[in-house]
């Protein structure tokens, strides 16, 4: 028998109608306005895993890797010490910092044969689509190391992974607006390289300006994981059939594609330039917004598990005004962001919601001000959460408890019918 408190009285029922769920209510909705969760490794629900990596408190507005506040480490290190954290569970020692980054390093380049792949996509191919296929397409070049139960074999492709990724990320963008391709510079650092590939030209000297590289590390370490989220349980779900590394880092790749989930930054950014051109002022957009005039929404201001601000947008707000502070000519929509944020803050509409700015709500000004179209900033998401995802895989790969993911189904279709002939 389950016995449920819930706000019509108390619901009790025999186990086997409550799976089934009473005339189209499935016990899911009814453990759901009972204020319950589920807790089901079995079924791989939403939160069904235990895990040790990331630790949030949406209430609160608490972030932290291996029991690190997300704030000491955005001040005090960098994108591969925090991969590292997240990946073998402490802080490295300058010595292991050192191995690590140099074993990165000597895999940043693409089999020769590769780079012939993307020769085959469309000039116009969105290059997050290149990614996926291309991180996929990484596992038929080392088919001898994608044994998920030998531990060699999954370190090499840890390393192969951080170092091929940033190398296959810059070519989808170089692809995407018909310029060669640069071979990986290995005496620049991880983010150095990265905006070299992307930026550069061959055969001519880049500058990389060290303000925009420590940013852009520090968003990529910001991102590096959020526990449990689309991307992530879909790597953890993909690996849980004991698919390789790469299949299943590609999956994650594909499950952040979309725009409520990576794509969110670049909505942001198109709602504040429309807001621009609209010539409308902020208060009249926010009105809009409460009064749900025009399918128009606020972007980049409520998230699922916080109900309070979002540790990473205070982040982020200050990295955006320091960069686009120091530009002659700060884009104007830095302004338009903050004025919103006040406004919406200073609205019981948003503070009763609990809808405060999220991760996404100034990243993409950021990233416009460093020069990337929209259409690579959930490449450069996926970029930063690459550590978290592959800690989480192996998190996974090394529980004895992990089962393949079976996602439970409530049923609610016709119950039998017996077939007629006619
Ligand atoms: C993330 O960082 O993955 C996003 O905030 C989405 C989420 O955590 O649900």
């Known amino acids: ?48 895993c235990s895990s040790a990596i990331t630790y949030i408190d949406g209430d609160a507005g608490i972030l932290r890797y291996r029991g690190y506040p997300i704030e000491q480490l955005a001040e005090k290190s960098s994108f591969l010490e925090v991969s590292y954290l997240l990946i073998y569970g402490e802080l490295p020692t300058p010595q292991q910092l050192n191995e690590f980054t140099e074993r990165i390093r000597r895999h940043s380049l693409l089999h020769e044969e590769m780079r012939r792949f993307f020769d085959g996509f469309p000039r116009d191919a969105h290059p997050m689509a290149v ?6 397409a990484i596992s038929t070049f080392y088919q001898d190391s994608l044994d998920p139960f030998d531990a060699e074999h999954v370190e090499i492709s840890t390393f192969r992974l951080m170092a091929k990724v940033p190398t296959i990320a810059s070519y989808a963008y170089k692809k995407s607006i018909g310029q060669p391709l640069l071979y990986p510079d290995n005496s620049l650092s991880y983010v150095e390289n990265f905006l070299r590939m992307t930026f550069g030209v061959p055969a001519e000297p880049y500058d990389v300006d060290p303000v925009m590289a420590r940013v852009l590390d520090m968003l990529f370490l910001l991102h590096a994981d959020h526990e449990q989220n689309c991307s992530t349980s879909t790597v953890r779900l993909v690996g849980s059939s004991n698919a390789n590394l790469f299949a299943s880092i590609s999956a994650g790749v594909n499950a952040l594609f979309g725009p409520l989930h990576g794509g969110a930054n670049q909505a942001v950014l198109e709602m504040l330039e429309r807001i621009q051109a609209d010539g409308s002022d902020v208060r009249s957009f926010v009105r809009k917004v409460k009064n749900r005039e025009d399918g128009v929404r606020l972007m980049g201001f409520g998230h699922r598990v916080y109900k309070n601000y979002d540790p990473r947008a205070a982040i982020v707000k200050q990295a955006a005004q320091d960069v686009l502070g120091r530009m002659a000519k700060p884009d104007p929509l830095l302004d338009l962001a903050v004025q919103l944020e006040e406004i919406a803050l200073a609205d019981d509409f948003f503070v009763s919601r609990r809808l405060y700015p999220n991760v996404d709500f100034y990243t993409g000004l950021i990233y416009k001000a460093m020069g990337f179209p929209t259409k690579m900033f959930t490449v450069l998401f996926a970029l930063g959460r690459l550590p978290g995802w592959i800690a989480q895989w192996r998190e996974m790969i090394n529980d004895p408890e992990t089962k393949i993911g079976r996602p439970r189904q409530v049923y609610t279709g016709a119950s039998k019918r017996d077939y007629i002939d006619s």
Not at 29 to 36: I, P
Not at 131 to 136: D, K, Y
């Open 131 to 136: 990614l996926s296929s291309a991180v996929s």
């Open 1 to 48: 028998e389950v016995k449920l408190d819930h706000p019509g009285g108390q619901l009790s029922m025999p186990v086997h109608s409550a799976v089934e769920g009473p005339a189209g209510i499935g016990v899911g909705k009814l453990l759901k306005e009972a204020g319950l969760t589920t807790y089901d490794p079995g079924f791989v629900n939403t939160a069904a």
